[in-house]
């Protein structure tokens, strides 16, 4: 079994970065498909970003290719999400999804 756990979050400016931690445990980053999603006030949870264990490729979603970039320590298991340039619009709790397990979420604010 899969556990992942989310942290990074937190209240920032319009403009401000963040990274995003996700550590998981189990399981390899490499035997994973690991990725970030996020679920905004109002809204259903949408894709952020994943990394396909097959090929190793990373895709973004278009709302924020080029502002978020996602990398990974696999001494430490843990995937990292460098959420950029942010906007009030990024506001959501963000969360990780490694193997089908789902973490807690960590809160990111964004105030304009």
């Known amino acids: 079994q899969v556990h992942v756990v989310e942290s990074g979050g937190g209240l920032v400016q319009a403009g401000d970065s963040l990274r995003l931690s996700c550590a998981a445990s189990?399981?390899?980053?490499?035997?994973?498909?690991i990725g970030w999603f996020r679920e905004r006030p109002g809204k259903m949870r949408d894709f952020v970003a994943a990394?396909?264990?097959?090929?190793?490729?990373?895709y973004y979603a278009d709302s924020v290719k080029g502002r978020f970039t996602v990398s990974r320590d696999n001494a430490k298991n843990t995937l990292y999400l460098h959420v950029n340039s942010l906007k009030p619009e990024d506001t959501a709790v963000y969360y990780c999804?490694?193997?089908?397990?789902w973490g807690k979420g960590t809160l990111v604010t964004v105030s304009s």
């Open positions: 990394t396909r264990r097959s090929d190793g490729n990373t």
């Open positions: 999804n490694g193997g089908d397990y």
């Open positions: 189990g399981r390899t980053l490499s035997s994973l498909n």
